[in-house]
């Protein structure tokens, strides 16, 4: 069976990437004690403060309004985009 890869390098895909460690200890956090829409929020406000451009941000952003949207779905929409900034081919 072939091995697929993400990320041929571990170059960050995001060139200006802003949030790193501490950002995904924030969403974790806010995971845990906020109710849906509220968490919701403060991913799509995460997203935003990101690096990277526009359209990217807003085809995630998107899928964090989809009807069968869960908050895990949404965390780990966000939690890929900080690690993909990071350079972990997610």
């Known amino acids: 069976m072939p091995v697929l890869k993400t990320q041929s390098s571990s170059k960050p895909r995001l060139e200006n990437d802003t949030l790193g ?5 924030q969403l974790y956090e806010a995971y845990e004690s906020m109710s849906f ?6 991913a799509e406000a995460m997203v935003l403060a990101g690096g990277g451009k526009r359209p990217m941000k807003e085809a995630i952003i998107a899928e964090f309004y989809k009807p069968l949207a869960t908050k895990t779905t949404i965390l780990t929409k966000a939690q890929n985009f900080i690690l993909a900034g990071m350079g972990l081919g997610v």
């Open 21 to 25: 460690n501490d950002a995904l200890k």
């Open 37 to 42: 829409d509220d968490f919701r929020t403060a």
